[in-house]
Nanobody, 120 residues
Framework: HVQLVESGGGSVQAGGSLRLSCTAS????????WGWFRQAPGAEREAVARIDRNGGTSYEDSVKDRFIISRDNAKNALYLQMNSLKPEDTAMYYC???????????????WGQGTQVTVS
């Protein structure tokens, strides 16, 4: 049984930083893809950043150079360092994982409950 638990969301002023964390049970780093997604009210869910089993990363264009995804394999934890935050980054942020090597889609198998990020 896979469980994902996010933490680290909150409210911050524009230009500030937040670090999101996601701890996983039942899914190891070698099993597949790990990703951060977000969904703003009235908008579709979008991928923010992903990391594959080999540590390769990809980012949505609007967060490149501002966000950094990382993973601690020993702790089975995923992180998202968010810098230079903008009001348009306001959304519910979700951690998700999927089996297999193909990370570039939204069909992830397991999702966390989400953590709210609000930038004013």
């Amino acid at each position: 049984h896979v469980q994902l638990v996010e933490s680290g969301g909150g409210s911050v002023q524009a230009g500030g930083s937040l670090r999101l964390s996601c701890t996983a049970s039942g899914f190891s780093y070698s099993s597949g893809c790990w990703g951060w997604f977000r969904q703003a009210p009235g908008a579709e869910r979008e991928a923010v950043a992903r990391i594959d089993r080999n540590g390769g990363t990809s980012y949505e264009d609007s967060v490149k150079d501002r966000f950094i995804i990382s993973r601690d394999n020993a702790k089975n934890a995923l992180y998202l360092q968010m810098n230079s935050l903008k009001p348009e980054d306001t959304a519910m942020y979700y951690c998700a994982v999927k089996y297999g090597p193909l990370c570039r889609d939204l069909s992830y198998h397991y999702w966390g409950q989400g953590t709210q990020v609000t930038v004013s």
